[in-house]
Protein backbone atom coordinates (compact mmCIF):
# COMPACT_ATOMS: atom_id res chain seq x y z
CA UNK A 1 0.00 0.00 0.00
CA UNK A 2 1.47 3.47 -1.34
CA UNK A 3 1.80 5.99 1.48
CA UNK A 4 -0.81 9.20 0.81
CA UNK A 5 1.09 12.28 -0.90
CA UNK A 6 2.02 14.22 2.29
CA UNK A 7 1.70 11.49 4.89
CA UNK A 8 5.72 10.86 4.94
CA UNK A 9 6.15 15.11 5.57
CA UNK A 10 3.42 15.05 8.30
CA UNK A 11 5.02 10.98 10.06
CA UNK A 12 8.37 13.12 10.47
CA UNK A 13 7.28 16.21 11.47
CA UNK A 14 5.21 14.24 14.01
CA UNK A 15 8.03 12.26 15.20
CA UNK A 16 10.29 15.34 15.27
CA UNK A 17 7.33 16.80 17.53
CA UNK A 18 7.58 14.12 20.25
CA UNK A 19 11.35 13.51 20.32
CA UNK A 20 11.57 17.50 20.62
CA UNK A 21 8.93 18.30 23.03
CA UNK A 22 8.48 15.33 25.18
CA UNK A 23 7.28 15.86 28.61
CA UNK A 24 8.24 17.87 30.32
CA UNK A 25 10.49 19.92 27.93
CA UNK A 26 7.64 21.87 26.35
CA UNK A 27 6.09 22.84 29.55
CA UNK A 28 8.65 23.50 31.07
CA UNK A 29 10.08 25.95 28.13
CA UNK A 30 6.51 27.82 27.63
CA UNK A 31 6.85 28.23 31.52
CA UNK A 32 10.07 30.03 31.44
CA UNK A 33 8.78 32.03 28.39
CA UNK A 34 5.81 33.04 30.20
CA UNK A 35 7.92 34.02 33.41
CA UNK A 36 10.24 36.39 31.90
CA UNK A 37 7.86 39.19 31.35
CA UNK A 38 6.80 38.99 34.48
CA UNK A 39 9.98 38.12 36.70
CA UNK A 40 12.24 41.01 34.90
CA UNK A 41 11.60 44.22 32.97
CA UNK A 42 13.88 47.13 33.19
CA UNK A 43 13.15 49.57 35.86
CA UNK A 44 12.93 52.24 34.16
CA UNK A 45 10.38 50.51 31.92
CA UNK A 46 7.63 50.78 34.86
CA UNK A 47 9.31 54.15 36.16
CA UNK A 48 8.35 55.54 32.65
CA UNK A 49 5.05 54.03 32.15
CA UNK A 50 4.27 55.33 35.85
CA UNK A 51 5.06 59.06 35.28
CA UNK A 52 3.80 59.11 31.95
CA UNK A 53 0.57 57.92 32.26
CA UNK A 54 -0.56 61.40 33.72
CA UNK A 55 1.00 63.18 30.66
CA UNK A 56 -0.52 62.29 27.39
CA UNK A 57 1.58 64.68 25.54
CA UNK A 58 4.62 63.14 27.03
CA UNK A 59 3.28 59.84 25.81
CA UNK A 60 2.68 60.47 22.85
CA UNK A 61 6.77 61.77 22.26
CA UNK A 62 7.96 58.48 24.39
CA UNK A 63 6.00 55.91 24.44
CA UNK A 64 7.64 53.78 21.51
CA UNK A 65 10.83 54.06 23.24
CA UNK A 66 9.23 52.84 26.77
CA UNK A 67 7.20 50.10 24.44
CA UNK A 68 10.63 48.94 22.78
CA UNK A 69 12.57 49.17 25.98
CA UNK A 70 10.32 46.86 27.55
CA UNK A 71 9.57 44.05 24.83
CA UNK A 72 13.57 44.43 24.59
CA UNK A 73 14.19 43.20 28.01
CA UNK A 74 11.50 40.60 28.21
CA UNK A 75 13.31 39.28 25.39
CA UNK A 76 17.22 39.77 25.96
CA UNK A 77 16.49 37.69 29.37
CA UNK A 78 14.55 34.81 27.24
CA UNK A 79 17.35 34.28 24.39
CA UNK A 80 19.52 31.87 26.55
CA UNK A 81 16.50 29.85 27.64
CA UNK A 82 16.15 30.26 23.70
CA UNK A 83 19.04 29.59 22.84
CA UNK A 84 19.18 25.91 25.05
CA UNK A 85 16.00 24.75 23.49
CA UNK A 86 17.73 25.25 19.69
CA UNK A 87 20.94 23.75 21.04
CA UNK A 88 18.71 20.67 22.46
CA UNK A 89 16.40 20.43 19.22
CA UNK A 90 18.74 21.00 16.49
CA UNK A 91 22.69 20.97 17.72
CA UNK A 92 22.17 17.87 19.94
CA UNK A 93 18.78 16.17 18.71
CA UNK A 94 19.25 16.14 14.97
CA UNK A 95 23.13 15.10 15.64
CA UNK A 96 22.50 12.18 17.23
CA UNK A 97 19.30 11.33 14.67
CA UNK A 98 22.28 11.72 11.82
CA UNK A 99 24.66 9.49 14.69
CA UNK A 100 21.50 6.62 15.30
CA UNK A 101 20.74 6.61 11.95
CA UNK A 102 17.73 7.93 12.27
CA UNK A 103 17.94 10.21 9.34
CA UNK A 104 19.18 7.93 7.01
CA UNK A 105 15.67 5.81 7.88
CA UNK A 106 13.70 8.74 6.99
CA UNK A 107 15.81 8.95 3.87
CA UNK A 108 14.19 5.97 2.38
CA UNK A 109 10.91 7.47 2.84
CA UNK A 110 9.16 8.59 -0.58
CA UNK A 111 10.15 12.26 0.32
CA UNK A 112 12.21 15.27 -1.40
CA UNK A 113 15.16 15.60 0.91
CA UNK A 114 14.56 19.67 1.78
CA UNK A 115 10.99 18.76 2.24
CA UNK A 116 12.84 15.94 4.95
CA UNK A 117 14.84 19.04 6.16
CA UNK A 118 12.05 21.97 6.26
CA UNK A 119 10.09 18.70 8.58
CA UNK A 120 12.75 18.75 10.92
CA UNK A 121 13.25 22.94 10.91
CA UNK A 122 9.58 23.24 11.64
CA UNK A 123 9.37 21.26 14.76
CA UNK A 124 12.98 21.91 15.92
CA UNK A 125 13.78 25.75 15.20
CA UNK A 126 9.72 27.21 13.76
CA UNK A 127 7.39 25.93 16.53
CA UNK A 128 10.15 27.10 19.24
CA UNK A 129 9.92 30.39 17.35
CA UNK A 130 5.94 30.68 18.07
CA UNK A 131 6.23 29.23 21.49
CA UNK A 132 8.62 32.13 22.05
CA UNK A 133 6.20 34.75 20.33
CA UNK A 134 2.94 33.70 20.65
CA UNK A 135 3.52 33.64 24.90
CA UNK A 136 5.87 36.71 25.46
CA UNK A 137 3.71 39.22 23.03
CA UNK A 138 0.34 38.50 25.05
CA UNK A 139 2.05 38.58 28.23
CA UNK A 140 3.97 41.85 27.46
CA UNK A 141 -0.08 42.94 26.63
CA UNK A 142 -0.84 42.24 30.47
CA UNK A 143 1.57 44.15 31.75
CA UNK A 144 1.33 47.43 29.67
CA UNK A 145 -2.35 47.26 27.53
CA UNK A 146 -2.37 50.57 26.56
CA UNK A 147 1.12 50.95 25.77
CA UNK A 148 1.00 47.67 23.90
CA UNK A 149 -1.84 48.01 21.56
CA UNK A 150 -0.91 51.31 20.45
CA UNK A 151 2.27 50.03 19.59
CA UNK A 152 2.46 47.03 18.46
CA UNK A 153 4.35 46.99 15.33
CA UNK A 154 7.33 48.36 17.56
CA UNK A 155 7.06 45.08 19.97
CA UNK A 156 7.36 43.20 16.47
CA UNK A 157 10.10 44.97 14.91
CA UNK A 158 11.96 44.22 18.32
CA UNK A 159 11.52 40.56 18.32
CA UNK A 160 11.86 40.67 14.92
CA UNK A 161 15.61 42.33 15.33
CA UNK A 162 16.81 40.36 18.61
CA UNK A 163 15.99 37.00 17.32
CA UNK A 164 17.89 37.81 14.02
CA UNK A 165 21.04 36.46 15.12
CA UNK A 166 20.16 34.15 17.04
CA UNK A 167 18.47 32.76 13.38
CA UNK A 168 21.99 33.17 11.82
CA UNK A 169 23.62 31.03 14.62
CA UNK A 170 20.63 28.21 14.58
CA UNK A 171 21.72 28.06 10.47
CA UNK A 172 25.43 28.08 10.78
CA UNK A 173 25.17 25.20 13.97
CA UNK A 174 22.66 23.09 11.61
CA UNK A 175 25.06 23.30 8.48
CA UNK A 176 27.90 22.28 11.00
CA UNK A 177 25.78 19.32 12.44
CA UNK A 178 25.81 17.69 8.61
CA UNK A 179 29.13 18.58 8.44
CA UNK A 180 30.16 16.90 11.88
CA UNK A 181 27.50 14.10 12.05
CA UNK A 182 27.56 13.98 15.55
CA UNK A 183 25.51 15.69 18.14
CA UNK A 184 27.93 16.21 21.24
CA UNK A 185 30.04 17.91 19.35
CA UNK A 186 27.64 19.85 17.37
CA UNK A 187 26.35 20.95 21.11
CA UNK A 188 29.83 21.72 21.90
CA UNK A 189 30.27 24.17 18.81
CA UNK A 190 26.62 25.53 18.95
CA UNK A 191 27.84 26.79 22.56
CA UNK A 192 31.32 28.07 21.46
CA UNK A 193 29.75 29.73 18.41
CA UNK A 194 27.10 31.77 20.48
CA UNK A 195 29.81 32.91 22.95
CA UNK A 196 32.25 34.09 20.01
CA UNK A 197 29.05 35.64 18.98
CA UNK A 198 28.59 37.62 22.53
CA UNK A 199 32.13 39.01 22.67
CA UNK A 200 32.48 39.68 19.24
CA UNK A 201 29.29 42.34 19.41
CA UNK A 202 30.85 44.03 23.43
CA UNK A 203 34.37 44.35 21.31
CA UNK A 204 32.59 45.83 18.61
CA UNK A 205 30.85 48.43 20.26
CA UNK A 206 34.09 49.09 22.82
CA UNK A 207 35.88 49.68 19.32
CA UNK A 208 32.72 51.87 17.81
CA UNK A 209 32.60 54.21 21.52
CA UNK A 210 36.71 54.95 21.49
CA UNK A 211 36.97 55.38 17.82
CA UNK A 212 33.75 57.45 17.12
CA UNK A 213 33.48 55.08 14.12
CA UNK A 214 30.18 54.67 12.47
CA UNK A 215 31.76 51.98 10.10
CA UNK A 216 31.92 49.95 13.45
CA UNK A 217 28.31 50.52 14.60
CA UNK A 218 27.05 49.96 11.07
CA UNK A 219 29.04 46.57 10.45
CA UNK A 220 27.67 45.40 13.92
CA UNK A 221 23.93 46.05 13.03
CA UNK A 222 24.27 43.96 9.97
CA UNK A 223 24.92 41.18 12.45
CA UNK A 224 23.28 42.23 15.47
CA UNK A 225 20.23 44.60 14.07
CA UNK A 226 19.18 45.39 17.70
CA UNK A 227 21.78 47.52 17.94
CA UNK A 228 20.36 50.29 15.33
CA UNK A 229 17.40 49.94 17.11
CA UNK A 230 18.84 51.26 20.34
CA UNK A 231 19.96 53.80 18.72
CA UNK A 232 16.75 54.54 16.99
CA UNK A 233 15.01 54.87 19.81
CA UNK A 234 17.96 56.29 22.24
CA UNK A 235 17.22 53.30 24.35
CA UNK A 236 19.89 51.67 27.04
CA UNK A 237 23.06 53.07 25.83
CA UNK A 238 22.28 53.77 22.49
CA UNK A 239 21.94 57.90 23.76
CA UNK A 240 25.95 57.42 23.47
CA UNK A 241 26.17 55.98 20.18
CA UNK A 242 24.30 58.28 18.69
CA UNK A 243 26.89 61.23 19.18
CA UNK A 244 28.66 58.78 16.89
CA UNK A 245 25.93 57.41 14.34
CA UNK A 246 22.51 58.65 14.13
CA UNK A 247 20.09 56.26 11.74
CA UNK A 248 16.50 57.28 10.05
CA UNK A 249 13.69 54.41 10.22
CA UNK A 250 14.45 53.34 7.44
CA UNK A 251 18.21 52.47 7.84
CA UNK A 252 17.08 50.36 11.00
CA UNK A 253 15.22 48.51 9.15
CA UNK A 254 17.57 48.24 6.27
CA UNK A 255 19.63 46.66 8.95
CA UNK A 256 17.18 44.37 9.80
CA UNK A 257 16.61 43.61 6.42
CA UNK A 258 20.12 42.66 5.74
CA UNK A 259 20.95 40.36 8.83
CA UNK A 260 17.73 38.46 7.46
CA UNK A 261 19.39 38.17 4.38
CA UNK A 262 22.54 36.72 5.68
CA UNK A 263 20.32 34.30 7.39
CA UNK A 264 18.93 33.07 3.94
CA UNK A 265 21.76 33.10 2.82
CA UNK A 266 23.33 30.59 5.69
CA UNK A 267 20.20 28.09 5.16
CA UNK A 268 20.15 28.05 1.65
CA UNK A 269 23.45 27.09 2.03
CA UNK A 270 22.64 24.21 4.51
CA UNK A 271 19.39 23.37 2.23
CA UNK A 272 21.73 22.76 -1.23
CA UNK A 273 24.67 20.85 1.19
CA UNK A 274 21.73 18.28 2.80
CA UNK A 275 20.05 18.00 -0.94
CA UNK A 276 23.45 17.42 -3.15
CA UNK A 277 26.33 16.85 -0.87
CA UNK A 278 24.95 15.14 2.13
CA UNK A 279 25.74 11.12 2.29
CA UNK A 280 25.39 8.75 5.51
Not at 45 to 58: D, M, T, V
Not at 100 to 117: A, H, N, V
Not at 159 to 171: D, E, H, N, V
Not at 250 to 278: D, H, W
Request: glycine content about 6%; some cysteine.
Amino acid sequence: MQRGKGKPFLEIFALALNEDYRFPILEVFVFLFILAPFAFVTPGAFFSRGIYEGYSFIIDVYEERITYELASSVLNLSLPVFMILIFKNLAYGFGNDIERGIIQTYLSYPLKRYMLLSAKLLSSLFLSLLILIGTQIPALYLIAPEIISKNISTVLLTYLAGLSPILLISGIILLVTLLLRRGSLSLVFGIVLYFIFSMASSILMFMASTTKSPTILKLLSTFYPSTVLNIYYNAYSGYLAREIWTPTFLEAFGYIGISYLITTVTFAATYIYFCRRFSL
